[in-house]
């Protein structure tokens, strides 16, 4: 039967593992410089060691030097030696004897010369010679084959980045060479004379094992197994389950002899000393005093301090001095959403979120531009917007249910511009003209299609046939209706929070007012991760209904950054404020928790590539 991990079950990291990755790369590097491309990389020449057991046949009554035996020779080639050792003949005197005893020690030497000149045996660790040795350090990089190296990184993929992740990448950093280092101490102290080789990362690794059982004791390791070719499968077993049985099987394996040639008392060194650590990190402290609040400060999006200006600026109606401030916001951060809106609003033009715009629209969240757009609401000038973007947004149909007329006034300003886009956008603006009835606008568009100079003979065709349909619905096919829960999953209200109340939140529109909601108003809540220009964006829906008689539901929707967590909860780092916040609204709301109470409470909360995909996840099917 063969058992062995495959992935740690819900596994995300908030940032790049750069250690992680690091270490690995300086592995990868040291076994292409010391295993792959040297043409001996142990320095063991197939020559001079074909040369000293051919000697030996001849002689078998000479002694080989231990060393040789142990150091440079697998369990089967010792037991070989051993039994071609015979007596000596009594017709070899003590001088000739000596005389090849002499000649067959000069090979081993000089086999063992070329054979310590290798990198391989000089970045190594060797017992034997003592403490001041290069070897505690480079022999964590150093591997046997490739599948010393693919097992070592495999296990420390499975670990390393989370811990990395938790702890931050210096502290992981500095943990993991000091687990290397613990591990190979613990193999030097079984046998400190010892001239065998060590190499590998399995000790460094271990530690990190080590660590992970404690410190993540309750993720979910996927195990798959495979007996003979008959059954094979996956099952789930939590994290301080999977390092007990392999620390269990280390330590047989070292108490039975049954794994000679592997450096097993290094495994169980390191697993302890990594155990140990996280044990003491956790116990006293240091990783909620030190260690987390360094880690959330590199992760956690914080707030720009001259938005806080703004929006205080705002509240008392100056809004000179919260455009400046705003103004301070992008020349540091062009992506800052709710500075690129607020400046466009209070100057009446969307130049300030163009180029957020432009960046979801290459990201492909359309559905999140569109609520954007809507957002600016009379700052969303369709004659100011660059022809591409503008195309973008009017062709995002479903995301753009919500708006109104504003695709056709986008398609309107593209032709007016009289752009390479130009013909393309009219003869849209026609179409969606005549499947909405208004022919005569749509014959306006088409006229004003024909008149644009240089246009390619595909477009015109395009042009003329739509002008001899005269606007009928059948030059216009409509599509079929979609399937049940196909379509717009929500319909989204996206506002700012303004205050939380004891029974309600107060929440700001796009509009300037302020609107109260009730909490045994909702429905339901839902929460979620969605990637966004900035790194990752929560997004919280306050559910006021799951429609009914064919409508969508429908939801308030309000984004991390315009929570304003840092003033309802100050001093309070941003995922536990968010926490706060979360609980103070589950607490009161009787509705549905979305993805369930149970992980919005425990702080999961599910991630998604584009708002598009939360939608569908949680509204596709939902209906109350």
């Not at 290069?134 to 296990?155: D, K, Q």
């Not at 001095?321 to 809106?341: K, W």
């Not at 619905?473 to 196909?486: E, I, K, R």
Request: aromatic share 8%; net charge neutral; hydrophobic share 50%.
């Amino acid at each position: 039967m063969l058992l062995f991990p495959v992935r740690v079950e819900d596994a995300e990291v908030d940032r790049v593992p750069a250690v992680s990755i690091g270490i690995a790369a300086a592995c990868a590097a040291a076994f292409l410089l010391t295993w792959v491309a040297p043409r001996n990389p142990d320095g063991m020449r197939a020559d001079g060691f074909r040369e000293i057991l051919r000697y030996y046949e001849e002689h078998p009554y000479l002694a080989v030097q231990p060393r040789f035996v142990y150091d440079y020779l697998r369990p089967e080639a010792r037991a070989t030696i051993e039994q071609m050792h015979e007596k000596a003949p009594v017709t070899v005197d003590e001088a000739t004897r000596a005389l090849e005893q002499t000649h067959l020690d000069s090979l081993i030497e000089d086999f063992a010369v070329a054979a310590e000149a290798s990198p391989m045996r000089r970045l190594g660790l060797v017992p034997a010679r003592g403490l001041l040795q290069p070897g505690w350090l480079t022999h964590m990089f150093l591997h046997f084959g490739w599948m010393h190296i693919l097992g070592n990184m495999f296990f420390f993929y499975l670990v390393g980045p989370l811990l990395e992740d938790l702890w931050g990448r210096r502290f992981f950093g500095a943990f993991y060479l000091a687990g290397g280092m613990m591990a190979a101490l613990a193999h030097f102290g079984i046998d400190p004379r010892s001239p065998v080789l060590m190499a590998g990362a399995s000790g460094a690794v271990a530690a990190c094992m080590g660590a992970f059982s404690y410190r993540c004791a309750s993720k979910r390791i996927r195990m798959a197994y495979m007996i003979g070719w008959v059954r094979r499968g996956t099952f789930l077993i939590p994290a301080w389950l999977w390092g007990g049985f392999w620390f269990a099987g280390e330590v047989f394996s070292l108490v039975s002899h049954s794994s000679e040639g592997v450096a097993v008392m290094a495994h169980i060194g390191g697993f302890l000393f990594g155990f140990g650590a996280a044990t003491l990190v956790d116990k006293s402290g240091y990783e909620a005093r030190a260690l987390a609040p360094a880690v959330q400060e590199k992760t956690t999006w914080t707030q720009h301090p001259s938005t806080e200006l703004a929006r205080a600026a705002l509240d008392r109606g100056d809004q000179r001095v919260a455009a400046e401030a705003y103004r301070t916001v992008l020349r540091e951060h062009p992506l800052d959403r709710e500075a690129a809106i607020g400046l466009a609003r209070i100057e009446q033009d969307p130049a300030p979120a163009i180029p957020l715009l432009q960046n979801l629209a290459v990201r492909g969240d359309l559905g999140q531009a569109w609520i954007m757009a809507l957002e600016l609401g009379s700052a969303f000038d369709p004659d100011r917007l660059p022809d591409k973007l503008a195309y973008q947004l009017a062709g995002a149909t479903e995301a753009a249910s919500d708006a109104g007329d504003l695709p056709a006034q986008l398609e309107a300003a593209i032709g007016r511009r009289k752009g390479p886009l130009a013909a393309k956008a009219l003869l849209r603006a026609a179409k969606r003209c005549f499947a909405a009835g208004r022919d005569g606008e749509g014959q306006a568009h088409l006229d004003a299609a024909r008149a644009l100079p240089d246009l390619a003979p595909g477009m015109l065709a395009q042009i003329d046939a739509a002008r001899g349909s005269g606007g009928r619905p059948a030059s216009v096919p409509s599509a079929p209706p979609p399937p049940d829960g196909a379509g717009r999953a929500v319909r989204v209200l996206a506002c700012r929070l303004v205050d939380l109340a004891e029974d309600a939140l107060h929440v700001g529109l796009a509009s300037g007012e302020t609107r109260r909601v009730d909490f045994n108003r909702l429905v339901g809540v839902a929460a979620g991760v969605v990637a966004s220009a900035q790194g990752a964006a929560i997004l919280t829906d306050f559910i006021v209904s799951w429609g009914a008689s064919g409508e969508v539901p429908a939801a308030i929707r309000i984004s991390g950054n315009q929570l304003g967590l840092s003033s309802l909860f100050p001093g309070v780092p941003a995922k536990e404020a968010y926490a706060k916040f979360l609980g103070h609204v589950l607490a009161r709301t009787a509705g549905t928790p979305l993805p369930s109470r149970e992980a919005l409470a425990k702080g999961e909360y599910p991630r998604f590539p584009t708002v598009d995909a939360l939608n569908a996840a949680f509204y596709r099917n939902a209906r109350g």
